[in-house]
């Protein structure tokens, strides 16, 4: 028996003087630390918990700015059952580059980029057993602009494996619980029941002006891939299969009623279609009217240039073309409709928080975890390119880049000793941050760079004391 109070005091001992000198160091900045997750326990930002009653609304407010308000009866546990005891809400905010690099959080959205405004996590729970929020409930986040004035969107955080994370905005989180058994590009994945052979269970009623209509080429000519219009930096191909181009109306009577129109035609010296013919080999029988709106559509087209092909336009040659439906959804509108139905929620925070809510961007939320205020960066027609890093002890180093243009964050690949940051746009300035530890102390790298340069050596690691480390971070906001 006394061995054995022996043990549990020198645990205890041990554990007090341990929580004390982790205590003592984010106080004094200036004690020596003994490895980098020592630092990351350091520098990563506090978790503040709260007590909250299950029948009661609640507000609260971050140390760092974040308001949450909590209605009246929220939450339940994953089986369904309501809680009766009180509920821990435990909240966490990521504001600073600091707070990103030291919580190990990048913002990327499947392959592409984010803007932030900052990252909280929210978790609730009562004895450590986690609780959801219910269906049809919402909390509603208000995050403090600090000055930013963009329009901003909700993210949530989605685990695409053990190791990989990503962001998914809270209108399309609905796509990530789909049972899918391959990963598809979460910002680009357009879902119709049609094509995947199941049934979606959507977040909301989808009614009809929820999508918009347009065309798929059916039937062409090989050379109409290659042959631009006149005047444009485009084929017909593309022309017809862009919605603005379209009259949705008839799009949308080729998609009710299954419609399918193939011409054989010829083009005249001005590169306009002409001498049109329904195709009769592959053995359909046309609808009139289908005829009569896919031969509209492209007796309007512009003319083909016939400069832009080696072979050019030969008039004695018939040419093929043709047109079935296609139906995608507006997200725009989507994500309009998803969070009107969050909005008396909304409401009802504004007046709680803060009647001059032009100071937070407020988001009603149904997921608890970690949650981003971000938008999409608007460079999707950027040339990529893979930007590559080299550093001593690049597995011993953690490295990040940061964009000049934007609160960016990005964290890169191993890849046969260096460190690789995939897909980024060319042209962009950026700064190169590595984070070390040598001889007891905690040493920083930072460089600067161009996302063309196609490898980039972070050299010149500096030691710094704690402060110093968090003040040269926070510079580079």
Same mark, same amino acid.
């Given at each position: 028996?006394?061995?054995?109070?022996?043990?549990?005091?020198?645990?205890?001992?041990?554990?007090?003087?341990?929580?004390?000198?982790?205590?003592?160091?984010?106080?004094?900045?200036?004690?020596?630390?003994?490895?980098?997750?020592?630092?990351?326990?350091?520098?990563?930002?506090?978790?503040?918990?709260?007590?909250?009653?299950?029948?009661?609304?609640?507000?609260?407010?971050?140390?760092?700015?974040?308001?949450?308000?909590?209605?009246?009866?929220?939450?339940?546990?994953?089986?369904?059952?309501?809680?009766?005891?009180?509920?821990?809400?435990?909240?966490?905010?990521?504001?600073?580059?600091?707070?990103?690099?030291?919580?190990?959080?990048?913002?990327?959205?499947?392959?592409?980029?984010?803007?932030?405004?900052?990252?909280?996590?929210?978790?609730?729970?009562?004895?450590?057993?986690?609780?959801?929020?219910?269906?049809?409930?919402?909390?509603?986040?208000?995050?403090?602009?600090?000055?930013?004035?963009?329009?901003?969107?909700?993210?949530?955080?989605?685990?695409?494996?053990?190791?990989?994370?990503?962001?998914?905005?809270?209108?399309?989180?609905?796509?990530?619980?789909?049972?899918? %058994? =391959?990963? /598809? +590009?979460?910002?680009?994945?357009?879902?119709?029941? &049609?094509? !995947? @052979?199941?049934?979606?269970? *959507?977040?909301?009623?989808?009614?009809?002006?929820?999508?918009?209509?347009?065309?798929?080429?059916?039937?062409?000519?090989?050379?109409?891939?290659?042959?631009?219009?006149?005047?444009?930096? %485009? =084929?017909? /191909? +593309?022309?017809?299969?862009?919605?603005?181009?379209? &009259?949705? !109306? @008839?799009?949308?009577?080729? *998609?009710?009623?299954?419609?399918?129109?193939?011409?054989?035609?010829?083009?005249?010296?001005?590169?306009?279609?002409?001498?049109?013919?329904?195709?009769?080999?592959?053995?359909?029988?046309?609808?009139?009217?289908?005829?009569?709106?896919?031969?509209?559509?492209?007796?309007?087209?512009?003319?083909?240039?016939?400069?832009?092909?080696?072979?050019?336009?030969?008039?004695?040659?018939?040419?093929?073309?043709?047109?079935?439906?296609?139906?995608?959804?507006?997200?725009?509108?989507?994500?309009?409709?998803?969070?009107?139905?969050?909005?008396?929620?909304?409401?009802?925070?504004?007046?709680?928080?803060?009647?001059?809510?032009?100071?937070?961007?407020?988001?009603?939320?149904?997921?608890?975890?970690?949650?981003?205020?971000?938008?999409?960066?608007?460079?999707?027609?950027?040339?990529?390119?893979?930007?590559?890093?080299?550093?001593?002890?690049?597995?011993?180093?953690?490295?990040?880049?940061?964009?000049?243009?934007?609160?960016?964050?990005?964290?890169?690949?191993?890849?046969?000793?260096?460190?690789?940051?995939?897909?980024?746009?060319?042209?962009?300035?950026?700064?190169?941050?590595?984070?070390?530890?040598?001889?007891?102390?905690?040493?920083?790298?930072?460089?600067?760079?161009?996302?063309?340069?196609?490898?980039?050596?972070?050299?010149?690691?500096?030691?710094?004391?704690?402060?110093?480390?968090?003040?040269?971070?926070?510079?580079?906001?």
């Amino acid at each position: 028996m006394t061995r054995n109070i022996k043990l549990i005091l020198g645990i205890l001992i041990t554990s007090m003087l341990f929580t004390n000198c982790s205590s003592d160091k984010k106080k004094n900045r200036n004690i020596p630390v003994n490895s980098i997750s020592e630092i990351k326990s350091i520098l990563s930002p506090t978790t503040e918990n709260f007590e909250i009653k299950v029948n009661e609304e609640t507000i609260l407010k971050g140390k760092k700015g974040t308001s949450i308000y909590i209605p009246a009866n929220a939450f339940q546990f994953e089986d369904g059952t309501e809680p009766k005891e009180s509920i821990t809400i435990e909240l966490k905010e990521c504001f600073s580059l600091t707070d990103m690099i030291f919580e190990n959080l990048q913002t990327i959205s499947g392959e592409r980029i984010l803007e932030t405004n900052g990252m909280i996590y929210v978790n609730a729970e009562v004895e450590g057993k986690k609780l959801t929020v219910k269906k049809d409930k919402a909390f509603v986040v208000g995050f403090p602009k600090n000055g930013l004035d963009k329009k901003m969107d909700l993210f949530y955080e989605f685990k695409l494996n053990d190791s990989i994370k990503t962001w998914v905005p809270d209108y399309k989180f609905f796509e990530t619980k789909s049972p899918q %058994e =391959t990963v /598809v +590009e979460l910002d680009t994945l357009n879902l119709i029941e &049609d094509d !995947i @052979g199941y049934q979606i269970e *959507y977040p909301i009623e989808m009614t009809e002006d929820l999508y918009d209509y347009g065309y798929w080429i059916s039937l062409r000519t090989a050379t109409f891939d290659e042959i631009k219009l006149l005047g444009r930096d %485009e =084929t017909i /191909v +593309e022309y017809i299969e862009n919605k603005k181009n379209v &009259d949705s !109306i @008839g799009a949308m009577l080729f *998609y009710k009623n299954n419609w399918r129109a193939d011409f054989d035609f010829n083009i005249d010296k001005k590169g306009k279609m002409f001498n049109f013919k329904p195709n009769k080999d592959i053995g359909i029988k046309y609808n009139k009217e289908a005829l009569k709106i896919a031969k509209k559509l492209f007796k309007s087209a512009p003319a083909f240039d016939s400069k832009s092909h080696k072979e050019g336009i030969k008039d004695d040659w018939e040419y093929t073309l043709g047109i079935t439906s296609s139906r995608s959804i507006n997200w725009n509108r989507f994500k309009q409709k998803f969070r009107n139905q969050y909005s008396n929620y909304k409401k009802t925070a504004i007046q709680k928080i803060d009647p001059n809510a032009l100071e937070y961007y407020m988001f009603s939320a149904t997921e608890m975890g970690w949650i981003n205020c971000d938008k999409f960066w608007d460079i999707e027609d950027s040339e990529k390119t893979d930007f590559i890093v080299k550093t001593n002890n690049p597995s011993k180093t953690k490295i990040q880049i940061i964009f000049k243009d934007i609160k960016s964050i990005m964290t890169g690949t191993y890849d046969n000793g260096v460190l690789v940051f995939k897909n980024i746009p060319k042209g962009k300035e950026i700064k190169v941050i590595g984070i070390s530890y040598s001889n007891g102390k905690p040493t920083l790298a930072v460089g600067e760079s161009m996302t063309d340069s196609k490898e980039f050596e972070l050299k010149e690691f500096k030691e710094f004391t704690l402060d110093q480390l968090e003040t040269e971070l926070n510079k580079l906001n």
